[in-house]
Antibody, heavy 117, light 107 residues
Framework: QVQLQESGPGLVKPSETLSLTCTVS????????WSWIRQPPGKGLEWIGN???????NYNPSLKSRVTISVDTSKNQFSLKVTSVTAADTAVYYC???????????WGQGTLVTVSS | DIQMTQSPSSLSASVGDRVTISCRAS??????VNWYQQKPGKAPKLLIY???TLQSGVPSRFSGSGSGTDFTLTISSLQPEDFATYYC?????????FGQGTKLEIK
């Protein structure tokens, strides 16, 4: 059974960089796309981007200038960086696997990141 | 960008009711639509992929249909555990988007 776990700071100061890592267990990171999705408190889901295990990426155009997703196949992990954060980046951040049928079939439990001084 | 418009945004229904949630894409996306269920404090759960394929382990009272721009999620007979928020997602091309969600509440 594939499991995903997000990790990283729960509090980030405005203008700084948000960094999260997703560790995949129970399966290989190879041969799949992997996603980051976020959800502001009380609001809907926002797709941030995908990365293939080879490192190829696609980003939400509204976030593209501030977002970097990377992968480390040796550690079975992929990561998210969001630069120049503001209060609007406060959200629960989820990592997920994108199946070969183009859907997110396995999700992490999510981690709340609050942007505040 | 492809926009996904869900309706209604909220819905009150009773146990045993048949419920339909709609999602409309801003352009044709073939059958690249997925449906998720989310309960408070939990990660979304995949219900339906490529418009009509039931994810393994999901009860058969859930079904999906549609192609092109108009898609539907149907719950044939609501159970108490189905009260949650539902999201559609388009996965056409390389940029994905979610609908704004439909909150299904107990009448």
């Amino acid at each position: 059974q594939v499991q995903l776990q997000e990790s990283g700071p729960g509090l980030v100061k405005p203008s700084e960089t948000l960094s999260l890592t997703c560790t995949v267990s129970g399966g290989s990171i190879s041969n799949y796309y992997w996603s980051w999705i976020r959800q502001p408190p009380g609001k809907g889901l926002e797709w941030i981007g995908n990365i293939y295990y080879t490192g190829s990426t696609n980003y939400n155009p509204s976030l593209k200038s501030r977002v970097t997703i990377s992968v480390d196949t040796s550690k079975n992990q992929f990561s998210l960086k969001v630069t120049s954060v503001t209060a609007a980046d406060t959200a629960v951040y989820y990592c997920a696997r994108r199946s070969n049928a183009y859907a997110n079939d396995y999700w992490g439990q999510g981690t709340l990141v609050t942007v505040s001084s | 960008d492809i926009q996904m418009t869900q309706s209604p945004s909220s819905l009150s229904a009773s146990v045993g009711d048949r419920v339909t949630i709609s999602c409309r894409a801003s352009q044709s996306i073939s059958t690249y639509v997925n449906w998720y269920q989310q309960k408070p404090g939990k990660a979304p759960k995949l219900l339906i992929y490529v418009a009509s394929t039931l994810q393994s382990g999901v009860p058969s009272r859930f079904s999906g249909s549609g192609s092109g721009t108009d898609f539907t999620l149907t719950i044939s007979s609501l159970q108490p555990e189905d009260f949650a928020t539902y999201y559609c997602q388009q996965s056409y091309g390389s940029l994905y988007t979610f609908g704004q969600g439909t909150k299904l509440e107990i009448k």
